[in-house]
């Protein structure tokens, strides 16, 4: 038997997109023939999943998807509290995958039938016991002892007696094959194996997906980049807006993030986080804690942009410099919402323009007898009782809120707030979680509009309980 691969995903892949993995086997074609899936734990015996999959009916191959299965093992990391980098273990996952097989279990023989007294003795190695019930095959040779029979007698392991009468046999050396009656199967595990995969937070368009390579995303190089799909250009952020990106440096213990602004400040801190993914504070929050020129904060009153990069302890550039630019317009609201990008990293936008909040309140009322009372034997009731009686009154808040003018660049980016399954709303210093009520937006080009400036409706994700 053997098992071969005929094709995986690349071994640092986004969960979100399609994870197949096609395998062949020698033993397609046999009765009852499955292909066994084992999914682990990266470097573990802890088993997460198991599959048993059918062969394609046109070429044989098994073939599994386990994105849905890995979506579950992959969430988002945030830490408010990191002003550097931090860990982000909830961002990647690492595991195993072993192949094997299952089949109707089939003794053959090639060896020549004997003679056991009245019955037939079948010479091949075996695990049958006396009583088991097995069907024979007997082939073009011996067609005649094809049927259902029992085992009667175990001399050695490698032969076995069934009650199939001598004279049934035709061919003494014909060859010829036997399994248990209930069709029981073998099962063979780990005969292929791909292990020390990666998967980790993100979902790639479909025409982005298409040429998808992890070469980029494994920092290595001036031109890889970090796992965040915001804007290589013109994208804008205001003094105290914050952003943490995701960046994979396999594993390595030490690296610097570096910062460097138009007037020349140029600063960095150590990135110690050791998991595969780590995150790293690249926002208004950042604090760097080495000078190398100029004096800090990297982000001044009269600073137009500033860059970003990850490099190794020896200062080579590893990463992209992705170039962030201040936005120092007036505001009228302190406004911005964090949310996932489609890559696993923390992005934001501002909304400093006049933000409208409103209430919708949520009751459930129910009919009651009105109790009454009797005075002088007449039975009356007061004006104060109720006949309708209010219970669970919840309150919910939303929050209407706009953009300033955006480039086009950002628009297209403010699409994966829209759609991103966690946004947070930062109000000042004050966090709180939100949920983005818009089900659908318009996609807005320069060419058409030059002025783009953004409104979405949130809702706060926690609602006021009321009492009584």
């Not at 009667?152 to 035709?170: G, H, K, R, S």
């Not at 292929?192 to 479909?206: G, L, P, S």
């Not at 992209?320 to 936005?327: C, E, H, S, V």
Request: aromatic residues 14%; contains cysteine.
């Amino acid at each position: 038997m053997a098992i071969t691969a005929i094709a995986q995903p690349v071994y640092f892949s986004p969960a979100y997109n399609p994870l197949k993995f096609i395998y062949d086997s020698t033993n397609k074609n046999e009765a009852g023939f499955k292909y066994v899936f084992d999914i682990y734990e990266s470097g573990t015996a802890n088993k997460i999943a198991e599959y048993r999959v059918l062969p394609r009916i046109s070429d044989g191959y098994g073939e599994l998807d386990i994105s849905k299965l890995m979506q579950g093992f992959v969430d988002y990391d945030l830490n408010l509290s990191a002003t550097e980098d931090a860990t982000a273990p909830n961002s990647f996952y690492k595991y195993d995958l072993k192949v094997g097989e299952e089949l109707v279990t089939e003794v053959d023989w090639t060896a020549n039938l004997t003679q056991n007294g009245s019955y037939t003795t079948i010479t091949a190695t075996h695990a049958f016991v006396v009583g088991d019930r097995v069907v024979v095959d007997g082939g073009v040779d011996n067609p005649n002892l094809s049927g259902l029979y029992t085992v009667t007698a175990i001399n050695t392991t490698v032969d076995f007696t069934i009650n199939a009468l001598w004279t049934l046999v035709d061919d003494a050396t014909g060859n010829g094959s036997v399994r248990y009656s209930d069709n029981r199967k073998t099962i063979t595990r780990d005969l292929a194996t791909a292990n020390n995969q990666y998967v980790y937070n993100a979902a790639f368009r479909h025409l982005d997906w298409i040429g998808y390579s992890e070469a980029p995303y494994v920092l290595s190089s001036a031109t890889d980049k970090f796992l965040t799909s915001i804007p290589t250009s013109n994208f804008y952020i205001t003094p105290t807006q914050e952003l943490y990106f995701n960046l994979c440096a396999n594993s390595v213990t030490t690296g610097r993030i570096y910062f460097e602004n138009d007037l020349g400040d140029k600063g960095y801190y150590v990135a110690n986080a050791s998991g595969f993914v780590f995150q790293a504070n690249v926002g208004s929050t950042a604090v760097p804690s080495t000078v190398v020129s100029g004096t800090l904060p990297i982000i001044k009153d009269t600073a137009t942009y500033y860059d970003v990069w990850y490099a190794d302890i020896l200062t080579i550039q590893r990463s992209a410099k992705y170039r962030i630019y201040l936005d120092h317009r007036c505001t009228i609201e302190d406004y911005q919402i964090l949310f996932v990008d489609r890559l696993g990293s923390i992005g934001s936008f501002a909304f400093q323009l006049r933000a409208y909040e409103s209430g919708a309140i949520t009751r459930d009322t129910y009919n009651q007898d009105i109790q009454g009372a009797v005075t002088s034997t007449v039975w009356g009731y007061t004006s104060t009782e109720f006949g309708q009686k209010t219970f669970s009154v919840s309150a919910e808040k939303s929050l209407q809120l706009n953009t300033n003018w955006m480039t086009e660049e950002m628009a297209e980016y403010f699409e994966e707030l829209l759609t991103s399954p966690l946004t947070i709303l930062k109000n000042g210093s004050t966090y709180q979680p939100v949920i983005v009520t818009d089900s659908s937006y318009e996609i807005e080009k320069q060419r058409n509009n030059n002025l783009i400036k953004k409104t979405i409706t949130v809702k706060y994700a926690n609602q006021d309980i009321v009492n009584g």
